[in-house]
């Protein structure tokens, strides 16, 4: 069986850098990547909109946005929430990376370091990140519907009734795309 690719966005304004990040990932022997570039802030949020990778690695020093402005924008979007964020951050830079872990990235690497292993690994711990994040929403979900269930049973819906049925199978419905979306998540994360 082969394996899905796993598509990463590389955001950065300097060419150069770009392709050494391509290189980094395409040498990783247990994973294969699709990689798209952008060269600015603004860009990379158009292609994440429209392309959807499971992971986006973003340059500190954007031409039109900083990281912290890209990040607040990813918030604000409603299913930003499934990419993956890697901040590359200037050398030392604490404060930055401090910031940007509290603005919503998952792995904050220093750009000089963002090379081999330390990228691939970086990378692998964003997506494993949004992976625990989306089985800890999945449970959520999963408890507060058996509290509905169990509401309804307690306020005197007869066990089995067309109600209790009726909600049981739209909750069912509602879980499917979720079921779905772990076992992508198991089979992205997993080499």
Same mark, same amino acid.
């Given at each position: 069986?082969?394996?899905?690719?796993?598509?990463?966005?590389? %955001?950065? %304004?300097?060419?150069?850098?770009?392709?050494?990040?391509?290189?980094?990932? &395409?040498?990783?022997?247990?994973?294969?990547?699709?990689?798209?570039? %952008?060269? &600015?802030?603004?860009?990379?949020?158009?292609?994440?909109?429209?392309?959807?990778?499971?992971?986006?690695?973003?340059?500190?020093?954007?031409?039109?946005?900083?990281?912290? +402005?890209?990040?607040?924008?990813?918030?604000?979007?409603?299913?930003?929430?499934?990419?993956?964020?890697? =901040?590359? =951050?200037? +050398?030392?830079? =604490? #404060?930055?990376?401090?910031?940007?872990? +509290?603005?919503?990235?998952?792995?904050?690497?220093?750009?000089?370091?963002?090379?081999?292993? +330390?990228?691939?690994?970086?990378? &692998?711990?964003?997506?494993?990140? =949004?992976?625990?994040? #989306?089985?800890?929403?999945?449970?959520?979900?999963?408890?507060?519907?058996?509290?509905?269930?169990?509401?309804?049973?307690?306020?005197? &819906?007869?066990?089995?009734?067309?109600?209790?049925?009726?909600?049981?199978? #739209?909750?069912?419905?509602?879980?499917?795309?979720?079921?779905?979306?772990?076992?992508?998540?198991?089979?992205?994360?997993?080499?």
């Amino acid at each position: 069986m082969k394996e899905r690719p796993i598509s990463v966005l590389i %955001a950065d %304004a300097a060419p150069e850098d770009r392709a050494a990040l391509h290189d980094a990932l &395409s040498r990783d022997p247990a994973a294969r990547y699709v990689v798209i570039e %952008a060269e &600015s802030g603004f860009r990379a949020l158009e292609l994440r909109r429209a392309r959807r990778p499971d992971c986006l690695i973003l340059d500190h020093e954007l031409p039109d946005l900083s990281a912290l +402005e890209a990040l607040k924008k990813l918030a604000a979007e409603e299913e930003a929430t499934a990419c993956a964020v890697v =901040v590359l =951050v200037g +050398e030392g830079d =604490v #404060r930055l990376a401090v910031e940007a872990m +509290e603005s919503g990235a998952h792995v904050c690497l220093e750009k000089n370091r963002a090379r081999g292993e +330390e990228l691939l690994r970086a990378v &692998s711990d964003a997506i494993e990140k =949004v992976g625990r994040r #989306r089985v800890a929403e999945h449970e959520r979900m999963t408890v507060g519907e058996a509290r509905l269930v169990a509401k309804a049973a307690a306020t005197g &819906s007869a066990a089995g009734s067309r109600p209790e049925r009726a909600d049981h199978k #739209r909750a069912e419905e509602r879980m499917k795309p979720t079921r779905a979306l772990i076992g992508r998540i198991v089979f992205c994360v997993v080499p």
